[in-house]
């Protein structure tokens, strides 16, 4: 049996890389700094988590002729000295805490600031991915209003379980108890008006419920708690409604503000037309898809199942230059949407994809779920690899699709073109066809149609 031949690989002689290497261990209350030998009486100092203190950190790393610096990725305890010290000229490496500890040969008297510090000398520490600061305060903003959604959805349950305990079945007769219909009633029955006929008048033309039903609903036990607890239940969801809709007009504001680089080739791709019709649960108050269109120069709605709070998402999260990452396999790997197989001795020994926290990871398998339906190519994709694979693999497989259209859309500016579910079948029985015509080939043999095709 004939071995496998394996390229030798050349390994060069461990070198420093960062001579002007520093290495930071930040804590809640304290940070500890380590610096090359002979550069201070000191080569380990610690210094307080104020800003004067972080700023007295910065003065002494300058003094000590520091040009680099790595530290890790610590709660957020790290984002304000990383930002006061990516302002002051130096070049900062987030490091992922797996990364320094995967390292083999730590003593037990070496503090995390020194060995951070050595590794990062000798060019064994990776950066982490951060956006540029303009992307970085548009995915602040991003993300406090995903929360502010998610508190509102808990006020939602309040009033839901508030109108329970008065044994109003409401929501057995709308489905959104916070549409029109619904909101017109709870406002009506805080202000004292309990008659079912009354409140059942209030019924949106479009409801798809009469108003006997609604009205049957509605015969409840107006008990006082209740309506107090209902009552703050809805100034809570009113508030946090007020609360995202500030958030919209700070992202305007931002979006308006931020001018990135024209490229030549935007100017071919049609900006999104503006949006029709009622807005959509959720949705920004503003035209959002037009301003990630002048963000990035494409119409990333364009992709079926990227809605414009998707494509924020996506944005936010990985910016707008692609050209951080070498290729779109190294994309999607930092995405976790590829396999991570353990090999040894030319046999995997685990498959399946690393688990993460990557809110662009999260987004991306929610808009491949939403494809189950689609008649469009890439529902047809995912509804497939369904029926080969089961559900979990294919929303992964279509979760990876979607990344490798939306990185050659931001790196190529191009526009997305659906060929719909039909084509792609065309395609997919083609591809099928050539492959069975190729091994038939191989064997000697020759594939012809059938005169009569089975159905």
Same mark, same amino acid.
């Given at each position: 049996?004939s071995?496998?031949?394996?390229?030798?690989?050349q390994?060069?002689?461990?070198?420093?890389? /960062?001579?002007?290497?520093?290495?930071?261990?930040?804590?809640?209350?304290?940070?500890?700094?380590?610096v090359?030998?002979?550069?201070?009486?000191?080569?380990?100092?610690?210094?307080?988590?104020?800003?004067?203190?972080?700023?007295?950190l910065?003065?002494w790393?300058?003094?000590?002729?520091?040009?680099?610096?790595a530290?890790?990725?610590?709660?957020?305890?790290?984002?304000?000295?990383?930002?006061?010290?990516?302002?002051?000229?130096?070049?900062?490496?987030?490091? /992922?805490?797996?990364? @320094?500890k995967?390292?083999?040969?730590?003593?037990?008297?070496v503090?995390?600031?020194?060995?951070?510090?050595?590794?990062?000398?000798?060019?064994?520490?990776?950066a982490?991915?951060?956006p540029?600061?303009?992307?970085?305060?548009?995915?602040?903003?991003?993300?406090?209003?995903?929360?502010?959604?998610r508190?509102?959805?808990?006020?939602?349950?309040?009033?839901?379980?508030?109108?329970?305990?008065?044994?109003?079945?409401?929501?057995?007769?709308?489905?959104?108890?916070?549409?029109?219909?619904?909101?017109?009633?709870?406002?009506?029955?805080?202000?004292?008006?309990?008659?079912?006929?009354?409140?059942?008048s209030?019924?949106?033309?479009?409801?798809?419920?009469?108003?006997?039903?609604?009205?049957?609903?509605?015969?409840?036990?107006?008990?006082?708690?209740?309506?107090?607890?209902?009552r703050?239940?809805?100034?809570?969801?009113?508030?946090?409604?007020?609360?995202?809709?500030?958030?919209?007009?700070?992202?305007?504001?931002?979006?308006?503000?931020?001018?990135?680089?024209?490229?030549?080739?935007?100017?071919?791709?049609?900006?999104?037309?503006?949006s029709?019709?009622?807005?959509?649960? /959720?949705?920004?108050?503003?035209?959002?898809?037009?301003?990630?269109?002048?963000?990035?120069?494409?119409?990333?709605?364009?992709?079926?199942?990227?809605?414009?709070?998707?494509?924020?998402?996506?944005?936010s999260?990985?910016?707008?230059?692609?050209?951080?990452?070498?290729?779109?396999?190294?994309?999607?790997?930092?995405?976790?949407?590829c396999?991570?197989?353990?090999?040894?001795?030319?046999k995997?020994?685990?498959?399946?994809?690393?688990?993460?926290?990557?809110?662009?990871?999260?987004?991306?398998?929610?808009?491949?779920?939403?494809?189950?339906?689609?008649?469009?190519?890439l529902?047809?994709?995912?509804?497939?690899?369904?029926?080969?694979?089961?559900?979990?693999?294919?929303?992964?497989?279509?979760?990876?699709?979607?990344?490798?259209?939306?990185?050659?859309?931001?790196?190529?500016?191009?526009?997305?073109?659906?060929?719909?579910?039909?084509?792609?079948?065309?395609?997919?029985?083609?591809?099928?066809?050539?492959?069975?015509?190729?091994?038939a @080939?191989k064997?000697?043999?020759?594939?012809?149609?059938?005169? /009569?095709?089975?159905?």
């Amino acid at each position: 049996m004939s071995q496998r031949k394996r390229k030798a690989v050349q390994f060069d002689a461990l070198e420093q890389i /960062n001579l002007h290497a520093a290495g930071i261990d930040v804590h809640a209350e304290e940070i500890f700094v380590a610096v090359p030998q002979g550069r201070d009486a000191e080569s380990v100092r610690s210094f307080p988590t104020f800003t004067v203190d972080l700023h007295r950190l910065a003065d002494w790393l300058e003094k000590c002729g520091i040009e680099t610096v790595a530290m890790e990725s610590t709660g957020i305890y790290w984002i304000p000295l990383y930002e006061i010290l990516e302002d002051r000229g130096f070049e900062v490496y987030l490091v /992922n805490a797996r990364h @320094a500890k995967n390292v083999p040969g730590r003593k037990s008297d070496v503090s995390d600031c020194q060995w951070i510090q050595q590794l990062h000398t000798y060019g064994l520490l990776r950066a982490s991915f951060r956006p540029p600061a303009e992307i970085c305060s548009i995915r602040a903003l991003v993300r406090h209003r995903e929360m502010l959604v998610r508190y509102r959805a808990a006020h939602i349950q309040h009033i839901q379980k508030a109108l329970q305990l008065m044994n109003i079945k409401l929501t057995n007769v709308l489905s959104d108890i916070t549409g029109v219909t619904g909101m017109q009633i709870i406002r009506a029955i805080l202000a004292g008006e309990h008659d079912p006929q009354v409140l059942a008048s209030f019924r949106n033309s479009k409801c798809a419920r009469s108003e006997a039903e609604i009205a049957k609903s509605l015969q409840g036990n107006y008990r006082r708690e209740h309506l107090f607890a209902l009552r703050q239940a809805v100034e809570l969801y009113d508030m946090y409604d007020l609360q995202i809709q500030a958030c919209d007009a700070e992202l305007e504001a931002l979006y308006r503000d931020f001018d990135p680089p024209r490229r030549p080739d935007q100017a071919a791709n049609r900006p999104p037309k503006p949006s029709k019709g009622k807005r959509r649960k /959720n949705q920004a108050s503003f035209d959002l898809r037009l301003s990630l269109y002048q963000l990035t120069g494409v119409d990333l709605t364009q992709v079926d199942s990227i809605d414009a709070l998707t494509a924020q998402t996506l944005v936010s999260e990985i910016g707008l230059d692609m050209n951080k990452w070498r290729t779109v396999k190294h994309f999607t790997s930092w995405l976790s949407l590829c396999p991570h197989n353990e090999v040894s001795a030319g046999k995997v020994k685990r498959r399946g994809t690393t688990n993460t926290r990557n809110r662009a990871n999260a987004a991306l398998r929610v808009a491949a779920q939403s494809l189950a339906r689609s008649d469009s190519a890439l529902g047809a994709y995912y509804r497939r690899m369904r029926a080969k694979h089961g559900s979990p693999k294919a929303v992964v497989a279509t979760a990876h699709k979607l990344a490798r259209i939306i990185y050659h859309m931001l790196k190529y500016t191009v526009d997305y073109v659906d060929l719909g579910a039909a084509n792609y079948e065309a395609q997919h029985n083609a591809r099928v066809i050539r492959n069975l015509q190729r091994k038939a @080939a191989k064997l000697g043999f020759r594939l012809q149609p059938a005169s /009569n095709p089975v159905s």
